[in-house]
């Protein structure tokens, strides 16, 4: 298999082990038709334990596959109780659903007398809540909300909108083999002691990381069928700036490549992985 058609198919099925045969096709879209509209209550069964498809287990997990994963956006588009949502998020951590991303925002007050922009005295720092399995965010980002028809054969809906909205699974899924492909580069020189995504009140980022000797290294992924140009250095540069950050080193990860611009670029703050440098990951 392909390293790109390897990326797609765990982005959808990584989790599910040995529990399960499948047929590999051409395209990720002709899998998804054959393994999720024609045996759709064949992969159902894999969903463990099978109360997490019922309330209000359903709507948490629904809001964490379709969102951001902001702790308390997930309970409010769940529609449940803070103290409710609390609980059964962390029934789900511990059966190994869900994991809890910790923020690594600083509080906007620094002290207790501290007074805030009226816009931004609603803010709340907020942990991110991310699926352990790709089939499960998977799950209950594409297949809940059209069960009804799946369960009766029916997938034009459903195929529609995965058509629409697959590239949001296998970005994320990128970014987290980007993130561990930055902690193997440094890792014989300058160890990364802490890395992940991160976000604030003004912007969000696919990785920043943090190095032995304390550099900060901010990275963008891009999952696309074109090249980086340049111009995605720069707005990301300009979003450093926005929220704060000192960056020492800015990385970029491509799954299509560089322009010329970008690659005669002789910066040493700055480093080019494409897709084929995974490879050093298996």
């Not at 529609?79 to 923020?103: F, H, P, R, Y």
């Not at 160890?191 to 991160?198: E, L, M, R």
């Amino acid at each position: 298999m392909e390293l790109e058609q390897a990326v797609e198919y765990f982005s959808i099925l990584g989790g599910i082990g040995k529990n399960i045969e499948l047929d590999y096709f051409d395209d990720v879209f002709s899998m998804v038709e054959s393994n999720f509209v024609q045996n759709f209550s064949k992969f159902q069964a894999l969903v463990s334990p099978s109360y997490l498809l019922e309330s209000p287990y359903r709507e948490i997990l629904m809001a964490v596959a379709r969102g951001d994963g902001k702790f308390y956006s997930v309970l409010r588009k769940a529609k449940v109780s803070e103290a409710l949502g609390e609980k059964i998020v962390q029934e789900l951590v511990d059966l190994n659903v869900l994991k809890v991303e910790a923020s690594r925002e600083s509080p906007l007050r620094s002290h207790p007398k501290h007074k805030l922009k009226k816009e931004q005295r609603s803010y709340r720092v907020q942990d991110k809540l991310r699926f352990v399995q790709p089939f499960m965010r998977f799950w209950f980002g594409f297949v809940t909300y059209y069960k009804k028809d799946l369960a009766l054969g029916k997938g034009d809906a459903f195929l529609k909108n995965f058509e629409k909205h697959y590239e949001r699974l296998r970005s994320l899924v990128y970014e987290q083999l980007c993130d561990a492909l930055l902690i193997q580069h440094y890792a014989e020189h300058n160890t990364i002691v802490d890395s992940g995504s991160f976000w604030n009140i003004h912007s969000e980022f696919d990785i920043l990381a943090v190095s032995q000797d304390k550099k900060v290294i901010l990275g963008e992924c891009k999952y696309k069928d074109r090249k980086v140009c340049k111009n995605e250095l720069t707005k990301l540069k300009a979003k450093a700036v926005e929220s704060g950050i000192k960056v020492d080193v800015y990385a970029l990860f491509s799954k299509s490549g560089f322009s010329n611009e970008l690659l005669q670029t002789q910066d040493n703050d700055l480093l080019l992985f494409d897709l084929n440098d995974l490879e050093h990951l298996l």
